[in-house]
């Protein structure tokens, strides 16, 4: 409890603060001008990856997507600002327009419940999927032909064409941004580790959303702002997980309840359901199994991985099948261990109220969250020091075709101080273990109401985090 | 409803999903202008594979890299005229070698492209080599190049 | 209960210290060597993909291409080599001093700095280039284990912290069997 009375205190309220931020994003114009810019560049990153050379370093739907794009979205947007790319993203973009029929402005009207005109079926998402399931087999299936994804530029191309006909298609059948909520398997991650985020949308008090506002507006719309798109009442949101940042809400708010606060690092801390437990799990051996296949040394892996060219397919087979494996049960396995010991070794204190083993694999498998973040960004980080040159040089020869559009086409491979990687990667994964951690003792205080308890808990599963991290660092420095 | 707005929104979707390839193809047109002096020459794209051991005018690209099957290039051109070859490697680093016109060798990186000019002539049947070992279609990459008498 | 904590969390932080000691202890007793080392090139992998040497070595290395044109850009230690396959000579250049390369059969390398190096393809090889890496260790490791050390650190700082206080809680103590 005192933690979260903490957490608040820290809080800053960003428009109270910048006059100019709430009056931009008030703008009907606003999302729209910050989707055309990334409109551009993915049409030309899918149009390269068709037409453009079949050299990966030269085309730059790999080296702006694989290298730049996501190096950002995980070491820069996510920990401080979370979601705001689903704000900017261009894929779904064109199921939001013919939803709405209408490109930045909002029309009133009544359609299933909403106070908007919407166009479409706007069919409810069926309940038994309305989870992140779909995400996390999607995500894990893109990472099993990662190494085609990130090398072969017609796989960029159809995997990103593909996700915004997707996305399209499905606006136009159901209710707001179906795709990004339970389909985008970018969507699936960046809404586990935008819990860690130093910024968040949230009403400024929840009793007038419940006790005096009577439209809802931010969940049903009205003639200011449309229906949320991620199916959000801000009198309930407590947690950055599926709120897109689009900012129809601030414009909808009848009472302006609605801000933008800085907040601590880490500060939600509640993870709901088995699903995105197992998005934990994922993750995280996904971080791992990255740095082993892709920057790791074994050439018989990456061949292995590597089906379309080695045609190695019993190897393939292998990696894959460990890869499901290691994610949806092999590490969810250890880590119950880990879980359960601490509930047995806690409940040996003989008045500790019911805390369920579920719970406590539940809630603690936050304590992954940092880490497989700070796993992420310190996987991303050599890839950009290495590669970060082919920026400049793709910038210019976009197509691999001799162009020469900005004079830096000849810029030649030059890592940059490739050998200081493994300082930064052990600090960041020093980071990530102390949040893990940290936040994990805070919610064995928060779920148990004994102190030893708590403690007790959290010492097998700080155990494996240990050891999880001494695993990275003896991958990335030993 | 601002509707200048939503038509100048409209306008500059529409100005994207047209320009960019517009602006893609009106470069590469100016490109090939450049090179070839104004229209003066002509230009051929080749390109060298070692896997297919050929030196060829089919281009590959992101859609068809993995189903093509390249043929080994003829260029005829005229005698008197400025020839252009733009020379692009599909997987390794090539050479391009035309030893008759003392061309070369010249080292092509993949994904990057290498132009060498030239004049043809006098009239006859020439050969265009890889210059580098580049692995092991190597020695069969041979394109012939005719020049015909005007 | 505390002062038993305490105790066992002390005994396994010695533990813990004397046997990250070990392998230093181990390291400076040994000379330092010259070591000759072929590495094979293919697509899309050095053979060997990991090399162990002590500070102080001397590492001599020819490079070989088994099947295309590889690179070899050993990071930290300002060497970038270009190989042909088939060909014993390859060539080799600083890239601190830009592109002039020069044709050699072998390069020497003293090993002065110590931790985890790796040598990558600085040759556009095929599809999987970017990713065609080896790693040379250079024990002792020390990056590497005062991250292990800090990790350790860190966990026992935390837990410390968390652990309950002196106050006696003397119903508690009773009741434990």
């Not at chain 2, 070839?36 to 080749?46: A, V």
């Given at each position: 409890?005192?933690?979260?009375?903490?957490?608040?205190?820290?809080?800053?309220?960003?428009?109270?603060?910048?006059?100019?931020?709430k009056?931009?994003?008030?703008?009907?114009?606003?999302?729209?001008?910050?989707?055309?810019?990334?409109?551009?560049?993915?049409?030309?990153?899918?149009?390269?990856?068709?037409?453009?050379?079949?050299?990966?370093?030269?085309?730059?739907?790999?080296?702006?997507?694989?290298?730049?794009?996501?190096?950002?979205?995980?070491?820069?947007?996510?920990?401080?600002?979370?979601?705001?790319?689903?704000?900017?993203?261009?894929?779904?973009?064109?199921?939001?327009?013919?939803?709405?029929?209408?490109?930045?402005?909002?029309r009133?009207?009544?359609?299933?419940?909403?106070?908007?005109?919407?166009?479409?079926?706007n069919?409810?998402?069926?309940?038994?999927?309305?989870?992140?399931?779909?995400?996390?087999?999607?995500?894990?299936?893109?990472?099993?032909?990662?190494?085609?994804?990130?090398?072969?530029?017609?796989?960029?191309?159809?995997?990103?064409?593909?996700?915004?006909?997707?996305?399209?298609?499905?606006?136009?059948?159901?209710?707001?941004?179906?795709?990004?909520?339970?389909?985008?398997?970018?969507?699936?991650?960046?809404?586990l580790?935008?819990?860690?985020?130093?910024?968040?949308?949230?009403?400024?008090?929840?009793?007038?959303?419940?006790?005096?506002?009577?439209?809802?507006s931010?969940?049903?719309?009205?003639?200011?702002?449309?229906?949320?798109?991620?199916?959000?009442?801000?009198?309930?949101?407590?947690?950055?997980?599926?709120?897109?940042?689009?900012?129809?809400?601030?414009?909808?708010?009848?009472?302006d309840?609605?801000?933008?606060?800085?907040?601590?690092?880490?500060?939600?801390?509640?993870?709901?359901g088995?699903?995105?437990?197992?998005?934990?799990?994922?993750?995280?051996?996904?971080?791992?199994?990255?740095?082993?296949?892709?920057?790791?040394?074994?050439g018989?892996?990456?061949?292995?991985?590597?089906?379309?060219?080695?045609?190695?397919?019993?190897?393939f087979?292998?990696?894959a099948?460990?890869?499901w494996?290691?994610?949806?049960?092999?590490?969810?396995?250890?880590?119950?261990?880990?879980?359960?010991?601490?509930?047995?070794?806690?409940?040996?204190?003989?008045?500790?109220?019911?805390?369920?083993?579920?719970?406590?694999?539940?809630?603690?498998?936050?304590?992954?969250?940092?880490?497989?973040?700070?796993?992420?960004?310190?996987?991303?980080l050599?890839?950009?020091?290495?590669?970060?040159?082919y920026?400049?040089s793709?910038?210019?020869?976009?197509?691999?075709?001799?162009?020469?559009?900005?004079?830096?086409?000849?810029?030649?491979?030059?890592?940059?101080?490739?050998?200081?990687?493994?300082?930064?990667?052990?600090?960041?994964?020093?980071?990530?273990?102390?949040?893990g951690?940290?936040k994990?003792?805070?919610?064995?205080?928060?779920?148990?109401?004994?102190?030893?308890?708590?403690?007790?808990?959290?010492?097998?599963?700080?155990?494996?985090?240990?050891?999880?991290?001494?695993a990275?660092?003896?991958?990335?420095?030993? | 409803?601002?509707w200048?707005?939503?038509?100048?929104?409209?306008?500059?979707?529409?100005?994207?999903?047209?320009?960019?390839?517009?602006?893609?193809?009106?470069?590469?047109?100016?490109?090939?202008?450049?090179?070839?002096e104004?229209?003066?020459?002509?230009?051929?794209?080749?390109?060298?594979?070692?896997?297919?051991?050929?030196?060829?005018?089919?281009?590959?690209?992101?859609?068809?890299?993995?189903r093509?099957?390249?043929?080994?290039?003829?260029?005829?051109?005229?005698?008197?005229?400025?020839?252009?070859?733009?020379?692009?490697?599909?997987?390794?680093?090539?050479?391009?070698?035309?030893?008759?016109?003392?061309?070369g060798?010249?080292f092509?990186?993949?994904?990057?492209?290498?132009?060498?000019?030239?004049?043809?002539?006098?009239?006859g049947?020439?050969?265009?080599?890889?210059?580098?070992?580049?692995?092991?279609?190597?020695?069969?990459?041979?394109?012939?190049?005719?020049?015909?008498?005007? | 209960?505390?002062?038993?904590?305490?105790?066992?969390?002390?005994?396994l932080?010695?533990?813990?210290?004397?046997?990250?000691?070990?392998?230093?202890?181990?390291?400076?007793?040994?000379?330092?060597?010259?070591?000759?080392?072929?590495?094979?090139?293919?697509?899309?992998?050095?053979?060997?993909?990991?090399?162990?040497?002590?500070?102080?070595?001397?590492?001599?290395?020819?490079?070989v291409?088994?099947?295309?044109?590889?690179?070899?850009?050993?990071?930290?230690?300002?060497?970038?080599?270009?190989?042909?396959?088939?060909?014993?000579?390859?060539?080799?250049?600083?890239?601190?001093?830009?592109?002039?390369?020069?044709?050699?059969?072998?390069?020497?390398?003293?090993?002065?700095?110590?931790?985890?190096?790796?040598?990558?393809?600085?040759?556009?090889?095929?599809f999987?280039?970017?990713?065609?890496?080896?790693?040379?260790?250079?024990?002792?490791?020390?990056?590497?284990?005062?991250?292990?050390?800090?990790?350790?650190?860190?966990?026992?700082?935390?837990?410390?912290?968390?652990?309950?206080?002196?106050?006696?809680k003397?119903?508690?103590?009773?009741?434990?069997?």
């Amino acid at each position: 409890m005192t933690t979260e009375v903490k957490v608040e205190a820290q809080k800053v309220d960003l428009f109270d603060k910048f006059k100019g931020l709430k009056w931009m994003v008030k703008l009907r114009s606003f999302q729209f001008l910050a989707i055309l810019p990334n409109l551009v560049l993915f049409y030309i990153f899918i149009l390269a990856g068709i037409f453009g050379s079949p050299i990966g370093n030269a085309n730059i739907i790999i080296i702006f997507v694989w290298i730049l794009w996501w190096f950002l979205l995980i070491s820069v947007m996510v920990p401080f600002v979370g979601r705001l790319w689903c704000l900017m993203c261009p894929l779904p973009a064109f199921g939001d327009w013919l939803q709405r029929l209408t490109l930045i402005g909002v029309r009133p009207g009544k359609t299933v419940g909403l106070n908007n005109k919407l166009f479409g079926l706007n069919k409810r998402w069926p309940k038994a999927l309305s989870n992140i399931w779909l995400q996390n087999i999607g995500f894990l299936t893109l990472a099993t032909i990662s190494i085609l994804l990130v090398t072969r530029p017609i796989v960029s191309a159809v995997v990103l064409g593909g996700m915004a006909l997707l996305a399209t298609v499905m606006a136009l059948i159901w209710r707001g941004r179906a795709f990004c909520l339970y389909l985008c398997p970018v969507s699936g991650f960046l809404g586990l580790y935008s819990m860690t985020s130093m910024m968040e949308l949230r009403s400024k008090d929840k009793e007038i959303c419940r006790k005096v506002c009577k439209t809802k507006s931010c969940r049903a719309g009205s003639d200011r702002g449309w229906a949320c798109p991620w199916l959000v009442y801000m009198g309930n949101l407590d947690r950055n997980n599926f709120c897109g940042l689009c900012m129809e809400c601030v414009k909808s708010c009848p009472h302006d309840n609605i801000t933008l606060y800085w907040r601590p690092f880490c500060s939600d801390k509640v993870i709901k359901g088995y699903d995105e437990a197992w998005k934990a799990f994922i993750m995280l051996v996904l971080a791992m199994a990255y740095s082993v296949v892709l920057l790791g040394p074994w050439g018989f892996l990456k061949d292995w991985a590597n089906i379309s060219e080695k045609g190695d397919v019993v190897g393939f087979i292998i990696y894959a099948a460990t890869l499901w494996f290691i994610c949806l049960l092999g590490f969810p396995a250890i880590y119950y261990i880990a879980v359960k010991l601490g509930h047995w070794w806690a409940k040996a204190k003989k008045q500790n109220g019911a805390v369920s083993v579920k719970d406590m694999f539940i809630r603690y498998s936050y304590t992954l969250v940092p880490l497989g973040l700070l796993a992420w960004v310190a996987f991303s980080l050599p890839l950009i020091m290495v590669n970060g040159s082919y920026i400049l040089s793709v910038l210019s020869d976009p197509l691999g075709r001799g162009w020469n559009l900005f004079g830096t086409a000849h810029i030649t491979w030059t890592p940059v101080y490739p050998e200081y990687a493994t300082y930064i990667q052990i600090a960041l994964l020093l980071v990530g273990l102390y949040y893990g951690i940290q936040k994990g003792l805070e919610i064995a205080r928060e779920l148990w109401r004994d102190e030893e308890a708590a403690f007790r808990s959290m010492v097998p599963v700080t155990v494996l985090l240990v050891v999880v991290t001494i695993a990275f660092m003896k991958l990335f420095a030993g | 409803m601002n509707w200048k707005g939503e038509i100048l929104a409209l306008a500059s979707v529409i100005a994207v999903l047209v320009g960019v390839p517009l602006f893609g193809l009106t470069y590469q047109k100016l490109q090939d202008w450049k090179l070839t002096e104004g229209g003066k020459g002509r230009i051929f794209d080749l390109t060298g594979s070692t896997w297919y051991g050929v030196w060829t005018l089919d281009r590959f690209v992101g859609y068809n890299y993995w189903r093509l099957k390249p043929k080994q290039a003829t260029i005829r051109v005229k005698e008197g005229e400025l020839v252009v070859i733009r020379a692009h490697s599909t997987d390794v680093t090539h050479a391009i070698h035309i030893p008759a016109f003392g061309v070369g060798p010249e080292f092509i990186e993949p994904g990057k492209v290498k132009v060498v000019k030239f004049v043809a002539e006098p009239a006859g049947v020439y050969h265009i080599l890889c210059g580098r070992t580049c692995g092991p279609g190597h020695p069969f990459m041979k394109a012939t190049l005719i020049v015909e008498k005007r | 209960m505390k002062k038993r904590f305490r105790r066992l969390k002390f005994l396994l932080a010695l533990s813990l210290f004397s046997a990250t000691i070990f392998p230093f202890a181990i390291a400076f007793g040994q000379m330092s060597k010259h070591r000759y080392i072929t590495i094979h090139a293919r697509q899309y992998a050095y053979d060997p993909p990991i090399i162990r040497a002590n500070i102080g070595d001397t590492l001599h290395i020819r490079l070989v291409s088994k099947d295309v044109t590889h690179g070899f850009y050993l990071e930290g230690h300002d060497i970038d080599a270009e190989i042909e396959p088939e060909n014993p000579v390859f060539r080799v250049r600083n890239p601190s001093q830009g592109y002039n390369w020069r044709s050699t059969s072998e390069i020497v390398i003293n090993l002065q700095k110590s931790g985890k190096f790796r040598y990558r393809c600085s040759h556009t090889c095929g599809f999987l280039h970017p990713f065609m890496q080896g790693e040379l260790v250079v024990s002792p490791n020390y990056p590497y284990w005062v991250g292990v050390i800090l990790a350790f650190g860190v966990a026992f700082w935390l837990l410390w912290q968390a652990s309950p206080k002196e106050e006696v809680k003397s119903d508690d103590d009773r009741s434990e069997s």
